[in-house]
Protein backbone atom coordinates (compact mmCIF):
# COMPACT_ATOMS: atom_id res chain seq x y z
CA UNK A 1 0.00 0.00 0.00
CA UNK A 2 1.57 3.29 -0.50
CA UNK A 3 1.80 6.25 2.24
CA UNK A 4 -0.47 8.23 0.98
CA UNK A 5 -3.44 6.42 0.69
CA UNK A 6 -5.30 5.85 4.35
CA UNK A 7 -6.46 2.05 4.75
CA UNK A 8 -10.03 1.58 4.14
CA UNK A 9 -9.68 5.42 1.56
CA UNK A 10 -12.46 5.93 -0.71
CA UNK A 11 -14.05 8.08 -2.86
CA UNK A 12 -17.10 10.51 -3.25
CA UNK A 13 -19.05 9.91 -5.80
CA UNK A 14 -19.93 13.29 -7.60
CA UNK A 15 -23.72 12.88 -6.85
CA UNK A 16 -23.03 11.91 -3.23
CA UNK A 17 -25.32 8.84 -3.89
CA UNK A 18 -22.20 6.68 -2.66
CA UNK A 19 -18.78 6.17 -2.67
CA UNK A 20 -16.46 3.79 -4.98
CA UNK A 21 -13.27 2.32 -3.16
CA UNK A 22 -9.75 3.11 -3.84
CA UNK A 23 -7.41 0.55 -5.64
CA UNK A 24 -6.69 -2.43 -3.34
CA UNK A 25 -3.45 -3.18 -2.75
CA UNK A 26 -2.41 -6.04 -5.02
CA UNK A 27 -1.88 -2.57 -7.11
CA UNK A 28 0.62 -1.02 -4.75
CA UNK A 29 3.40 -1.35 -7.16
CA UNK A 30 2.01 0.73 -9.74
CA UNK A 31 4.12 4.27 -10.17
CA UNK A 32 3.10 7.07 -7.78
CA UNK A 33 1.56 9.53 -10.76
CA UNK A 34 -1.39 6.63 -10.78
CA UNK A 35 -2.45 7.49 -7.11
CA UNK A 36 -4.51 10.33 -6.13
CA UNK A 37 -4.01 12.02 -2.60
CA UNK A 38 -5.56 15.09 -0.72
CA UNK A 39 -8.29 14.88 1.83
CA UNK A 40 -10.46 17.93 2.12
CA UNK A 41 -13.59 18.09 3.89
CA UNK A 42 -15.83 20.14 0.86
CA UNK A 43 -18.92 22.05 2.14
CA UNK A 44 -21.19 19.09 -0.43
CA UNK A 45 -19.46 16.88 1.48
CA UNK A 46 -20.09 17.84 5.15
CA UNK A 47 -23.85 19.17 4.20
CA UNK A 48 -24.08 15.24 2.93
CA UNK A 49 -22.78 14.13 6.28
CA UNK A 50 -25.09 16.56 8.08
CA UNK A 51 -28.28 14.72 6.54
CA UNK A 52 -27.36 11.61 7.02
CA UNK A 53 -27.29 10.97 2.91
CA UNK A 54 -24.22 8.80 3.92
CA UNK A 55 -23.83 7.15 6.75
CA UNK A 56 -20.10 7.37 7.60
CA UNK A 57 -17.71 9.77 7.37
CA UNK A 58 -15.91 8.64 4.08
CA UNK A 59 -12.05 9.01 3.22
CA UNK A 60 -12.81 11.10 0.77
CA UNK A 61 -10.67 12.34 -2.22
CA UNK A 62 -9.85 15.22 -4.61
CA UNK A 63 -9.61 14.33 -7.67
CA UNK A 64 -6.86 15.67 -10.23
CA UNK A 65 -7.55 15.06 -13.80
CA UNK A 66 -4.11 13.17 -15.70
CA UNK A 67 -2.59 16.81 -16.26
CA UNK A 68 -2.74 18.00 -12.78
CA UNK A 69 -1.65 14.77 -11.27
CA UNK A 70 1.35 14.71 -13.82
CA UNK A 71 2.51 18.12 -12.56
CA UNK A 72 1.74 16.99 -8.80
CA UNK A 73 4.48 14.39 -9.23
CA UNK A 74 7.18 16.36 -11.35
CA UNK A 75 10.13 17.02 -9.55
CA UNK A 76 11.11 20.37 -8.12
CA UNK A 77 11.25 23.22 -8.85
CA UNK A 78 8.02 23.79 -9.78
CA UNK A 79 6.52 27.08 -11.29
CA UNK A 80 2.01 26.60 -11.98
CA UNK A 81 0.85 29.76 -13.43
CA UNK A 82 -2.60 29.55 -14.96
CA UNK A 83 -6.44 31.35 -14.67
CA UNK A 84 -8.01 31.35 -12.02
CA UNK A 85 -10.27 28.55 -10.79
CA UNK A 86 -8.32 25.94 -12.34
CA UNK A 87 -6.54 24.15 -9.02
CA UNK A 88 -3.56 25.57 -8.76
CA UNK A 89 -3.17 25.61 -5.30
CA UNK A 90 -4.90 22.21 -4.89
CA UNK A 91 -2.25 20.78 -7.09
CA UNK A 92 0.65 22.59 -5.29
CA UNK A 93 -0.65 21.52 -1.92
CA UNK A 94 -0.67 17.84 -3.50
CA UNK A 95 2.73 18.73 -4.78
CA UNK A 96 4.25 19.59 -1.43
CA UNK A 97 2.87 16.80 0.60
CA UNK A 98 4.11 14.08 -1.53
CA UNK A 99 7.61 14.80 -2.25
CA UNK A 100 8.27 16.67 1.63
CA UNK A 101 7.26 12.96 2.41
CA UNK A 102 9.30 11.16 -0.42
CA UNK A 103 12.41 13.54 0.30
CA UNK A 104 12.62 12.15 3.80
CA UNK A 105 13.19 15.87 5.09
CA UNK A 106 15.32 16.46 8.42
CA UNK A 107 13.00 19.91 8.18
CA UNK A 108 9.33 20.81 8.00
CA UNK A 109 8.49 21.66 4.84
CA UNK A 110 6.69 25.46 4.71
CA UNK A 111 3.34 26.80 2.90
CA UNK A 112 3.43 30.98 2.19
CA UNK A 113 0.52 32.69 0.98
CA UNK A 114 0.06 36.40 1.12
CA UNK A 115 -3.17 35.84 2.76
CA UNK A 116 -3.43 34.77 6.13
CA UNK A 117 -7.45 33.56 5.77
CA UNK A 118 -5.76 31.43 2.60
CA UNK A 119 -3.04 30.40 5.06
CA UNK A 120 -5.74 28.92 8.19
CA UNK A 121 -7.98 27.22 4.98
CA UNK A 122 -4.79 25.25 3.82
CA UNK A 123 -3.68 24.23 7.83
CA UNK A 124 -6.88 23.01 8.43
CA UNK A 125 -6.82 20.95 5.02
CA UNK A 126 -4.11 19.71 6.08
CA UNK A 127 -4.72 18.76 9.61
CA UNK A 128 -7.53 16.64 8.37
CA UNK A 129 -5.46 14.80 6.35
CA UNK A 130 -3.44 13.98 9.14
CA UNK A 131 -6.08 12.47 11.37
CA UNK A 132 -7.59 10.85 7.95
CA UNK A 133 -3.73 9.08 7.81
CA UNK A 134 -3.20 8.36 11.62
CA UNK A 135 -0.61 11.14 11.59
CA UNK A 136 1.46 9.28 8.54
CA UNK A 137 2.20 12.67 6.88
CA UNK A 138 5.37 14.63 7.30
CA UNK A 139 5.32 17.69 9.32
CA UNK A 140 4.30 20.97 7.46
CA UNK A 141 4.28 24.31 8.65
CA UNK A 142 2.01 27.40 7.01
CA UNK A 143 2.53 31.07 7.21
CA UNK A 144 1.47 34.21 6.06
CA UNK A 145 4.05 36.47 4.05
CA UNK A 146 4.47 38.50 6.62
CA UNK A 147 3.84 35.95 9.66
CA UNK A 148 6.92 34.26 7.91
CA UNK A 149 9.13 37.60 7.40
CA UNK A 150 8.11 38.25 11.29
CA UNK A 151 9.62 34.97 12.69
CA UNK A 152 12.33 34.95 10.52
CA UNK A 153 13.78 38.64 11.92
CA UNK A 154 13.07 36.77 15.16
CA UNK A 155 14.93 33.86 14.85
CA UNK A 156 17.83 36.36 13.41
CA UNK A 157 17.47 38.49 16.16
CA UNK A 158 16.53 41.39 14.34
CA UNK A 159 14.69 43.23 16.58
CA UNK A 160 15.16 46.90 15.31
CA UNK A 161 12.63 46.50 12.24
CA UNK A 162 8.80 46.68 12.44
CA UNK A 163 7.00 44.78 10.09
CA UNK A 164 4.08 46.99 10.54
CA UNK A 165 6.27 50.30 9.74
CA UNK A 166 7.26 48.95 6.40
CA UNK A 167 6.88 51.97 3.80
CA UNK A 168 6.04 51.05 0.32
CA UNK A 169 6.54 52.58 -3.66
CA UNK A 170 3.03 53.61 -3.47
CA UNK A 171 3.34 55.39 -0.91
CA UNK A 172 5.79 57.70 -2.23
CA UNK A 173 3.89 57.96 -5.17
CA UNK A 174 0.91 59.13 -3.50
CA UNK A 175 3.53 61.72 -1.35
CA UNK A 176 5.43 62.37 -5.24
CA UNK A 177 2.53 63.63 -6.56
CA UNK A 178 1.47 65.82 -3.67
CA UNK A 179 4.37 67.66 -3.49
CA UNK A 180 5.35 68.03 -7.04
CA UNK A 181 1.67 67.60 -8.99
CA UNK A 182 3.39 65.80 -11.99
CA UNK A 183 3.00 62.62 -13.20
CA UNK A 184 5.82 60.21 -13.75
CA UNK A 185 6.76 59.90 -17.50
CA UNK A 186 6.11 55.75 -17.40
CA UNK A 187 3.38 54.16 -15.90
CA UNK A 188 3.28 53.84 -11.92
CA UNK A 189 2.71 50.14 -11.76
CA UNK A 190 5.20 49.05 -14.03
CA UNK A 191 7.79 51.14 -12.15
CA UNK A 192 6.49 49.56 -9.32
CA UNK A 193 7.22 45.81 -10.51
CA UNK A 194 10.94 46.95 -12.06
CA UNK A 195 11.50 47.74 -8.46
CA UNK A 196 10.03 44.92 -6.94
CA UNK A 197 10.39 42.42 -9.41
CA UNK A 198 13.71 43.30 -10.65
CA UNK A 199 16.18 45.57 -9.49
CA UNK A 200 15.15 44.52 -5.52
CA UNK A 201 13.61 41.26 -5.79
CA UNK A 202 14.92 39.44 -8.37
CA UNK A 203 17.11 35.94 -8.14
CA UNK A 204 20.09 37.80 -9.21
CA UNK A 205 19.21 40.49 -6.68
CA UNK A 206 19.05 37.73 -4.02
CA UNK A 207 22.60 36.35 -4.55
CA UNK A 208 24.07 39.18 -4.58
CA UNK A 209 21.69 40.07 -1.52
CA UNK A 210 21.69 43.73 -2.40
CA UNK A 211 19.78 45.87 -5.00
CA UNK A 212 21.10 45.55 -8.63
CA UNK A 213 23.36 48.63 -9.75
CA UNK A 214 22.31 50.67 -12.55
CA UNK A 215 24.33 48.48 -15.32
CA UNK A 216 23.54 45.60 -13.96
CA UNK A 217 19.79 46.31 -14.26
CA UNK A 218 20.33 47.35 -17.65
CA UNK A 219 21.50 43.96 -18.64
CA UNK A 220 18.98 41.87 -16.31
CA UNK A 221 16.82 39.64 -18.54
CA UNK A 222 14.37 39.40 -16.16
CA UNK A 223 12.92 42.63 -16.70
CA UNK A 224 9.25 43.16 -18.70
CA UNK A 225 10.85 46.29 -20.67
CA UNK A 226 13.47 45.21 -23.81
CA UNK A 227 16.48 46.05 -23.74
CA UNK A 228 17.13 45.90 -27.50
CA UNK A 229 15.53 49.06 -28.56
CA UNK A 230 16.48 52.48 -28.20
CA UNK A 231 12.82 53.03 -26.49
CA UNK A 232 13.51 50.32 -24.24
CA UNK A 233 16.98 51.30 -22.75
CA UNK A 234 15.69 54.84 -22.19
CA UNK A 235 12.83 53.19 -20.02
CA UNK A 236 15.03 51.32 -18.31
CA UNK A 237 17.20 54.23 -17.49
CA UNK A 238 14.00 56.35 -16.81
CA UNK A 239 13.24 53.30 -13.98
CA UNK A 240 16.21 53.63 -12.59
CA UNK A 241 16.10 57.15 -11.89
CA UNK A 242 12.82 56.74 -10.47
CA UNK A 243 14.29 53.81 -7.96
CA UNK A 244 17.51 56.32 -6.63
CA UNK A 245 14.21 58.97 -5.70
CA UNK A 246 12.45 56.20 -3.89
CA UNK A 247 15.43 54.63 -1.81
CA UNK A 248 16.54 58.69 -0.82
CA UNK A 249 13.12 58.90 0.15
CA UNK A 250 13.47 55.81 2.05
CA UNK A 251 16.36 56.47 3.76
CA UNK A 252 15.32 60.43 4.67
CA UNK A 253 11.97 58.30 6.32
CA UNK A 254 14.52 55.84 8.21
CA UNK A 255 12.51 53.13 6.66
CA UNK A 256 12.86 50.65 4.09
CA UNK A 257 10.03 48.20 2.30
CA UNK A 258 9.35 44.09 2.29
CA UNK A 259 11.79 43.73 -0.58
CA UNK A 260 14.36 45.43 1.87
CA UNK A 261 13.63 43.18 4.65
CA UNK A 262 14.47 40.13 2.62
CA UNK A 263 17.77 41.32 1.75
CA UNK A 264 18.71 42.23 5.09
CA UNK A 265 17.81 38.79 5.68
CA UNK A 266 19.62 37.16 3.05
CA UNK A 267 23.02 38.98 4.29
CA UNK A 268 22.43 38.32 8.57
CA UNK A 269 24.99 35.96 9.57
CA UNK A 270 22.03 34.39 11.96
CA UNK A 271 20.10 33.07 9.07
CA UNK A 272 20.13 29.22 8.52
CA UNK A 273 18.01 26.35 7.33
CA UNK A 274 15.53 25.60 9.04
CA UNK A 275 12.67 24.39 6.22
CA UNK A 276 13.63 22.05 3.75
CA UNK A 277 11.02 23.10 1.32
CA UNK A 278 9.29 26.12 0.79
CA UNK A 279 5.65 26.43 -1.79
CA UNK A 280 4.60 29.94 -2.18
CA UNK A 281 0.74 30.40 -3.49
CA UNK A 282 -0.24 33.48 -5.59
CA UNK A 283 3.42 34.61 -5.84
CA UNK A 284 2.01 37.21 -8.05
CA UNK A 285 0.88 39.38 -4.91
CA UNK A 286 4.06 38.90 -3.50
Not at 248 to 258: H, V, Y
Request: with cysteine; proline share 4%.
Amino acid sequence: RHVNVPVGACIVLPDLSGVRKVVDSSEEGNEIKHLITSWPLTNPLQNAIMSCSIDSLPQGNLVLDSYQQDISVSRPPLLIESRSGTGKTNVLFQHAVIHTQLEQQQFPGCFVTVSPRLCNELRQRYDEMRMISDGDVPDFLFFSRDDLLRGLLANCRINDVNMDDLCSFREYCKERALVSHTRMVIEERLIENEIGGVILGSLSAGVKQRPLKRNEYYEEKRSNITNKTDSGKAKRASVYDEFEKYRTWKIQRKAGDINDIVLMLLKDPNLMQIFDSAYIDEVQDF
